[in-house]
């Protein structure tokens, strides 16, 4: 963890100047950020824009340090490639997420990197699963706590997070993460099972409608 590849650059480069743009230009800011109305008029490209931009600096720092930390352990098992694919992919299945149980409310909206990171910390944790987030608690534990929050998140409407986005990014971290290095399966069936928990939760909630 921590290693600074050239690909963590661009991405925190990219991040930064198109998010300092939307701090300083509302126009732009509103044109690309995550808005069901936008996207239901056709306009995909907040998917993909949206996460990018981010509400002040403090947003932006979390997420781009929490990146930092994250993202070497990646790039050392996947390569640049395959951590560009993580990312991406996991920043929308997270919008794509988001849009699923939001598509009802036109004016719901988000931005922020959030989901991407989150695929990148999944992916690390299928990878190293002992690792120690926060010193001291296990990153399988801390992922599989994080996304049953997420879920209690998601089904009260806790604070102006969205919590759909962290989930759908975290499943996209383990989705791209198990097709890219499917060994896992053989190296850590059990954790890849553990880590799946709070998904067939999310996925079982939903069919029952109670989320």
Same mark, same amino acid.
Do not use: C, W
């Given at each position: 963890?921590?290693? &600074?590849? +050239? @690909?963590t650059?661009?991405?925190?480069?990219?991040?930064?100047? +198109?998010?300092?743009?939307?701090?300083?230009?509302? #126009?732009?800011?509103?044109?690309?950020?995550?808005?069901?109305?936008?996207?239901?008029r056709?306009?995909?490209?907040?998917?993909?824009?949206?996460?990018?931009?981010?509400?002040?600096?403090?947003?932006?720092?979390?997420?781009?340090?929490?990146?930092?930390?994250?993202?070497?352990?990646?790039? &050392?098992?996947?390569?640049? @490639?395959?951590? &560009?694919t993580?990312?991406i992919?996991?920043?929308?299945?997270?919008?794509?997420?988001?849009? !699923?149980?939001?598509?009802?409310? !036109?004016?719901?909206?988000?931005?922020?990197?959030?989901?991407?990171?989150?695929?990148?910390?999944?992916?690390?944790?299928?990878?190293?699963?002992?690792?120690?987030?926060?010193? %001291? +608690?296990?990153?399988?534990?801390?992922?599989?706590?994080?996304?049953?929050? #997420? +879920?209690? /998140?998601?089904?009260?409407?806790?604070?102006?997070? /969205?919590?759909?986005?962290?989930?759908?990014?975290? *499943?996209? /971290?383990?989705?791209?993460?198990?097709?890219? #290095?499917?060994?896992?399966?053989?190296? #850590?069936?059990? %954790?890849?099972?553990?880590?799946?928990?709070? @998904?067939?939760?999310?996925? *079982?909630?939903?069919?029952?409608?109670?989320?």
């Amino acid at each position: 963890m921590g290693k &600074l590849d +050239i @690909i963590t650059v661009v991405i925190i480069a990219a991040n930064v100047l +198109i998010s300092y743009k939307g701090f300083n230009d509302f #126009s732009f800011f509103e044109k690309y950020k995550f808005n069901v109305g936008g996207l239901k008029r056709g306009e995909r490209i907040r998917l993909f824009s949206a996460g990018f931009l981010h509400v002040d600096m403090q947003h932006l720092l979390f997420n781009m340090v929490t990146l930092y930390f994250f993202s070497g352990l990646v790039i &050392l098992k996947l390569g640049s @490639i395959g951590f &560009l694919t993580v990312y991406i992919g996991s920043l929308l299945v997270g919008n794509f997420l988001s849009y !699923y149980f939001h598509k009802d409310e !036109y004016h719901y909206s988000a931005v922020g990197a959030s989901g991407a990171v989150m695929g990148i910390i999944y992916s690390a944790i299928l990878f190293e699963p002992m690792m120690k987030i926060n010193f %001291f +608690i296990p990153g399988f534990a801390f992922g599989i706590g994080y996304l049953l929050y #997420s +879920i209690y /998140g998601m089904k009260k409407r806790i604070g102006n997070i /969205g919590h759909d986005a962290h989930f759908g990014g975290a *499943v996209g /971290g383990y989705l791209f993460t198990l097709l890219l #290095s499917p060994s896992l399966f053989q190296t #850590s069936l059990l %954790f890849v099972l553990l880590l799946a928990i709070p @998904i067939v939760i999310l996925f *079982v909630l939903q069919k029952m409608g109670k989320i």
